[in-house]
C-alpha cells in the first residue's frame, strides 16, 4: 500500500489560495488519489478524487504531474468554515481499503 | 439520501459491559466499513464488509465483533474492552465495484469511552 506524506499543518488568511501537497513516491499503477475533509468530532468528508492530470469541482482542484509520486489540493479563496483537518489517500482498489496518512491540519485566520 | 447514521453518539461503558454500536445507509452501497479514530489521529481502518460479507479484518482484537444483518445495517458489538478503546468509532459506507475506488460516506462516529 502506497503511504502518503503531507504537512502536519499550515496557515493560511481568508480569500487565500492554499495549495497542500501529499507525496505518495510508491504509488501503484492502479491506485487513485482521494482528499477528504474532517472538522473536530465529525466523520471525514470526501473533497475530490482524480487518477492523473487535473480535476476540478466546485470545491477544490486536484493537480497531479505525470509521474503521480505527488499530488496538489488547491483550495480558491478559503474561509474561516475552510479549518479543518485534510487528509490525502491512495486507494488500494482491492476490497476498498484506503489507509489514512497524517493529515494536514489547516487553520484560517480573518 | 446521502446520509450514514451513527447510534448511539455517546456510550459510556465499563469493562465487564455488552454494548454494540449501530450504523445505518439508504444510498444502495454495497460496502460498508468500521474505522477508529484516538483524538489528533487519522482514522484507522478495523473491518470492511462487502455484499454482506467480511472482506477486511485488519487484525483488530476479538472484543471487537462486527456484523453485517443487511445491506443497510452494519453493528459493532464489543465486549470486555480496555480503557484505551476509548475513541471515536466512525461508520462508512461506498459502492463496490472492482479496480477503482468510490468515495466513502462517513456518519458522525460514536464517540465511546470506557471506564
Known amino acids: 500500500l502506497a503511504k502518503t506524506t503531507q504537512p502536519i499543518s499550515m496557515d493560511s488568511y481568508e480569500g487565500q489560495e492554499v495549495n497542500i501537497t501529499c507525496s505518495h513516491n510508491?504509488?501503484?499503477?492502479?491506485?487513485?488519489i482521494t482528499w477528504y475533509q474532517q472538522f473536530p468530532s465529525q466523520g471525514p468528508r470526501f473533497i475530490i478524487q482524480?487518477?492523473?492530470t487535473k480535476v476540478t469541482n466546485e470545491v477544490a482542484s486536484l493537480f497531479i504531474p505525470a509521474d503521480r509520486k505527488s499530488s496538489t489540493l488547491s483550495l480558491p479563496r478559503v474561509s474561516l468554515s475552510d479549518t479543518a483537518v485534510y487528509y490525502c489517500?491512495?486507494?488500494?482498489?482491492?476490497?476498498?481499503?484506503?489507509?489514512f496518512g497524517q493529515g494536514t491540519e489547516l487553520s484560517v485566520k480573518p | 439520501d446521502t446520509e450514514v447514521t451513527q447510534t448511539p453518539k455517546h456510550l459510556v461503558m465499563g469493562m465487564t459491559n455488552k454494548k454494540s454500536l449501530k450504523c445505518e445507509q439508504h444510498?444502495?452501497?454495497?460496502?460498508m466499513y468500521w474505522y477508529k479514530q484516538k483524538a489528533k489521529k487519522p482514522p484507522e481502518l478495523m473491518f470492511v464488509?462487502?455484499?454482506?460479507?467480511?472482506?477486511i479484518n485488519e487484525s483488530v482484537p476479538s472484543r471487537f465483533s462486527p456484523e453485517c444483518p443487511n445491506s443497510s445495517l452494519l453493528n459493532l458489538h464489543l465486549h470486555a474492552l480496555q480503557p484505551e478503546d476509548s475513541a471515536l468509532y466512525l461508520c462508512?459506507?461506498?459502492?463496490?465495484?472492482?479496480?477503482?475506488?468510490?468515495?466513502?460516506?462517513f456518519g458522525p462516529g460514536t464517540r465511546l469511552t470506557v471506564t
Open positions: 462508512a459506507s461506498s459502492q463496490v465495484v472492482s479496480g477503482t475506488v468510490y468515495e466513502q460516506y
Open positions: 464488509y462487502s455484499y454482506e460479507k467480511l472482506s
Open positions: 489517500l491512495v486507494g488500494d482498489p482491492n476490497g476498498g481499503k484506503l489507509i
Open positions: 482524480g487518477y492523473k
Open positions: 510508491n504509488i501503484a499503477t492502479n491506485d487513485y
Open positions: 444510498m444502495g452501497h454495497r460496502a
